[in-house]
């Protein structure tokens, strides 16, 4: 049960209400974890500018971030919501999981990709040259690390919002690892 309410569309200011007609429209639904976030006049509208703003990487690597960092954070909303998105990119479960650990064996510059998105939030930035060699050798540039580093805090918002609201989960539950 969640701690904290989920507002519906007419709880919400007017611009707002806006916000959820477009999320409608485009993803069929207001994701709890956005709706919640309109309890602020501002936070949904500047979060999802934020998270949706270009990026260096592709969908499919946005999500391997995305996977690890959720795992590492023990967000179990973003856990559930980037399993499905990460199937709708092409993952198996399999692949999932291990994304979700920090790998992908069956890829080197996903492996590469997936371990130092982990090890820069674990290690709050604070990561060895080694790791950085590593990214680097797998053909990421300086844009593409400052680009991972952006991915990471738009994650780690959304880790930190469900895991002090615990909003209900409105995807398909992930498995737990």
């Known amino acids: 049960m969640s701690k904290f309410k989920v507002p519906t569309r007419g709880e919400v200011s007017e611009n707002n209400q806006t916000v959820f007609d477009n999320l409608q429209k485009g993803l069929g639904f207001v994701p709890n974890i956005y709706a919640a976030m309109a309890h602020s006049e501002n936070a949904l509208s500047s979060y999802l500018q934020f998270s949706s703003a270009p990026t260096s990487f592709s969908k499919k690597e946005k999500e391997i971030i995305d996977l690890a960092v959720s795992q590492l954070n023990g967000c179990r909303y973003c856990q559930s919501a980037h399993t499905a998105l990460g199937k709708m990119n092409g993952f198996t479960d399999e692949q999932i999981i291990e994304l979700r650990k920090g790998g992908a064996s ?43 580093i952006v991915a990471i805090g738009i994650i780690t918002i959304t880790n930190l919002f469900h895991n002090v609201t615990d909003v209900d989960i409105d995807f398909p539950i992930a498995v737990e690892i």
């Open 106 to 148: 069956w890829d080197y510059k996903a492996n590469v990709l997936a371990q130092t998105a982990r090890e820069v939030a674990d290690k709050k930035g604070k990561v060895s040259e080694e790791v950085l060699e590593s990214f680097y050798g797998a053909g990421y540039s300086e844009a593409n690390l400052v680009d991972l």
